[in-house]
């Protein structure tokens, strides 16, 4: 626990002052940033690191891995090319919380050692190297979770994910930044400071994974460790324009971590991955659910990883048996997007509609602000004492977003045994409701005299509903700092507890996407929301998207994304 004796200012400088220290120990030396940084940082690695440097951490996970796997590249110049890459970007946008080169290099030369010795890999991961977000414990470092009086808290193990990715063959080199309470869609703490975007550092790099969106975004890593209970996976993945996954609860393991309100299990916070490919994504889920993870997580759910390699969605396309069904909400009709993520959804679906193999749908909205209502409740049902009390033990500051979900949220309050009851019985209720609206988007189902009756008849009453659904991951692009004030174009899916995919559009916000203004906003979340938008403040940001499953079908998740790209000829790596 961090010192009574010292500020929490001092305790501050004694981390920032042991993060520069790991960056030094880095060899090659991270070369020195320019003393004035452009807001676009993303090219400054060309021209400040060794070209194979940037050509190793430029691969994504499904090219690096069978060149570690044959020995085209050791582990060894795969981690250090990554340390000095990770080092530069937190010397850009302050992404890290400590370097890791001593304990990642004798892991990369045991697993260069392995491969000479035994002519085959480790495991499906054989040395690569993965970010790691700071409040997933990992043994002998500290884990404080963004609170200052949390420092000296030491990790007694590592957590379970960690030890299935280290049994596959990973590379464990740095560890990133989390913000103040774990409950920002941005990244700010006392400790460290903020994280700010790689393509406009006017911008957040989004919360709670924001350090790994921003290092993953620079291409400081490939393949991150990020957690999610509002949006903290999707919101950084879609700032920095790489993939993220939100798996459903309990089918990734998740013991291990530090936070506040450990045992709540109101709203249920899961662990996924962040990527610059979705090759990316894929590998790191059944590499943890191939290792049957319920046979040391109890609460894990039983339930194998499914195959998709035989192409179930185009299969079934291409013999002309059904469409992909696309459910489109493009406005969840309390916040409307800006004219980025308007032009986002329009130039995807432009690609999509007359695909005779996909069926394109409206997916109206169902009831956000109630959704809303009940998560905000429930987040925080002792009335976040055990946020502030971790908070006020340093004396440090109550930063502005955590202000804005625990001071300002009119839905906070120590809820009493029964108050518990009824929203629990709220939150069911509303899964339930949503459940049976996502069944009545089914496609125009045959009449009596209609030919297609027989084949129809010979389908599931699921093969005539949407399969996804595309959305955008926030009402707009990165934000400025302090201004992501509205949570519910993710946080409704935690309450339902979908799986949902951020990926990459492929195009940047620009002078292009002219503001309207002749809006009229429908509340004052909204005039909030319209307000923010100027097209020169978001100039350069990534324009990303949003795609949500079903429970437990991340694999059709997936497999349909990939079909999309494939169709709309979106990026599949970064």
Not at 478 to 498: E, F, G, I, K, V
Request: glycine share 8%; charged share 20%; aromatic share 6%.
């Amino acid at each position: 626990m961090a010192s009574p004796h010292r500020s929490w200012q001092e305790i501050s400088a004694s981390m920032v002052e042991h993060l520069n220290s790991t960056i030094d120990k880095i060899q090659p030396p991270v070369p020195a940033c320019p003393q004035t940084l452009p807001n676009n940082v993303i090219g400054l690695a060309g021209a400040l690191l060794a070209e194979k440097v940037v050509t190793i951490t430029e691969m994504p996970v499904e090219v690096l891995l069978p060149k570690l796997a044959s020995s085209d590249l050791t582990s060894t110049e795969v981690t250090t090319a990554f340390l000095q890459r990770a080092g530069l970007a937190s010397r850009m946008i302050n992404c890290a919380t400590e370097m890791l080169p001593d304990r990642a290099l004798v892991r990369a030369k045991y697993l260069d050692d392995y491969l000479a010795e035994h002519k085959k890999p480790i495991g499906p991961m054989h040395g690569l190297p993965i970010s790691v977000k700071e409040h997933i414990g990992m043994k002998g470092l500290d884990l404080n979770a963004g609170f200052v009086s949390w420092v000296g808290r030491i990790a007694e193990d590592d957590a379970l994910i960690l030890k299935l990715l280290w049994n596959a063959g990973c590379v464990f080199y740095v560890r990133t930044t989390e913000p103040q309470a774990l409950m920002h869609l941005e990244t700010s703490n006392n400790l460290y400071g903020v994280t700010v975007n790689p393509y406009n550092r006017a911008l957040t790099s989004g919360g709670s994974s924001g350090g790994e969106g921003a290092l993953i975004g620079s291409r400081g890593s490939c393949l991150g460790i990020g957690t999610d209970i509002g949006g903290s996976i999707r919101s950084p993945a879609a700032n920095n324009g790489v993939f993220g996954l939100r798996p459903t609860s309990h089918r990734l393991p998740v013991s291990g971590w530090s936070a506040t309100m450990l045992g709540s299990e109101h709203i249920i916070p899961v662990i996924g991955p962040l990527s610059t490919s979705l090759e990316g994504i894929k590998l790191f889920a059944k590499t943890l659910i191939d290792q049957k993870p319920w046979l040391y997580e109890p609460v894990c759910v039983s339930l194998p990883w499914k195959d998709t390699s035989s192409g179930t969605l185009l299969r079934i396309a291409a013999s002309g048996q059904r469409k992909l069904r696309i459910g489109v909400l493009a406005d969840d009709g309390v916040v409307k997007p800006h004219p980025p993520i308007i032009r986002g959804i329009k130039s995807v679906l432009s690609r999509l509609k007359d695909h005779s193999d996909i069926e394109v749908v409206d997916f109206p909205p169902y009831k956000p602000e109630e959704a809303w209502r009940i998560i905000s409740s429930l987040y925080f049902a002792d009335g976040a004492e055990e946020e502030k009390a971790a908070i006020n033990a340093s004396g440090e500051p109550m930063l502005p977003l955590t202000d804005f979900i625990i001071t300002d949220n009119p839905n906070v309050k120590a809820l009493t045994i029964p108050e518990l009851w009824i929203l629990t019985q709220d939150r069911e209720a509303y899964k339930a409701a949503f459940t049976q609206h996502w069944n009545s988007t089914s496609t125009s189902l045959p009449g009596p005299n209609d030919s297609k009756l027989v084949k129809a008849n010979a389908m599931s009453q699921q093969d005539l509903m949407v399969d996804v659904i595309l959305t955008p991951a926030g009402p707009g692009c990165a934000p400025p700092l302090n201004c992501s004030r509205y949570w519910n174009y993710t946080s409704q899916w935690n309450l339902l507890d979908y799986p949902c995919l951020i990926f990459p559009t492929g195009l940047q916000a620009g002078h292009e996407d002219a503001a309207d203004k002749d809006y009229v906003p429908r509340n004052a979340q909204d005039k909030y929301n319209h307000e923010l938008y100027k097209p020169e403040t978001y100039i350069d940001a990534p324009i990303s998207l949003q795609l949500v499953g079903r429970r437990y079908e991340e694999e059709k998740l997936i497999e349909a994304l990939e079909f999309i790209t494939d169709v709309a000829e979106l990026p599949l790596s970064r």
